[in-house]
C-alpha cells in the first residue's frame, strides 16, 4: 500500500503537544517535507522566538508568523508543523483549511505540562505562575483548536511513531488529502 499526501498537513495544538516530534516522523513516514514555521521565523529574523517575543512583541511576531504559514503551505504535500498561536489567527485557520488541512493533537493539560515545564524556551510561560499561565492559555485556546479540520489524541506515554500512525490513520478518512494506493 502506498500513501500519496494531495495536499499540505498542518498540525496544530498547545506547546508540548508534539508537533515537531509528530510531524517530523509522520514527513519521514508519508516521503515527504518536514516544514517548521517557528524554524522559518527564526532563520529569518537570525534570532529564536523568545528573542523576537522580548524585542519587537507578540503582534510583531504573529504577523511574521502569518506570513511564513501563507509562504509555506503553498509547498504540495507537506507536513507543516506550526507554533502554539498560529491556528488563534482566524487568517491563518483560512488560508490552512483553503490551502491544506489542519490536525489538532489534542494533549491533556497535566501531559503539556509535563513536556514543558522544564523547558526555557517558551516565552509565553515565562511568568510567576508558569502552571497556572499555561492552564489559562490551554482553557483560551482548546474552543479554537477544536475548529481543526481533524483531531488526534495524544496519550501521555504513546511513542512518536505510535502517535504518527494515528495522525496517518485520521488522514486517511480524508481521501482530499491522502490517498492510499494499493501496489
Given at each position: ?16 503537544a508534539g ?157 482530499d488529502v ?6
Open positions: 500500500m502506498t500513501l500519496r499526501l494531495k495536499k499540505t498537513v498542518v498540525l496544530i495544538g498547545m506547546m508540548g508537533k515537531t516530534a509528530v510531524g517530523r516522523a509522520l514527513a519521514e513516514r508519508l516521503h515527504v517535507p518536514f516544514l517548521d514555521s517557528d524554524e522559518e521565523i527564526e532563520r529569518a529574523a537570525a534570532m529564536s522566538i523568545p528573542e523576537i517575543f522580548a524585542r519587537d512583541g507578540e503582534d510583531f511576531f504573529r504577523a511574521r508568523e502569518s506570513e511564513v504559514i501563507s509562504r509555506l503551505i503553498t509547498n504540495e504535500g507537506a507536513i507543516l508543523s506550526t507554533g502554539g498561536g498560529a491556528f488563534l489567527q482566524a487568517r491563518n485557520r483560512e488560508v490552512i483549511h483553503e490551502q491544506g488541512v489542519s490536525v489538532w493533537l489534542d494533549a491533556e493539560l497535566q501531559t503539556l505540562w509535563n513536556r514543558v515545564r522544564h523547558k526555557n524556551t517558551r516565552p509565553l510561560l515565562r511568568t510567576r505562575d508558569p502552571k497556572a499561565t499555561l492552564t489559562e492559555i490551554y482553557h483560551k485556546r482548546v474552543p479554537i483548536y477544536a475548529k481543526a479540520d481533524l483531531r488526534v489524541t495524544s496519550e501521555p506515554r504513546l511513542p512518536i511513531p505510535e502517535m504518527a500512525n494515528r495522525v496517518v490513520e485520521a488522514l486517511k478518512t480524508r481521501p491522502l490517498e492510499v494506493c494499493d501496489d
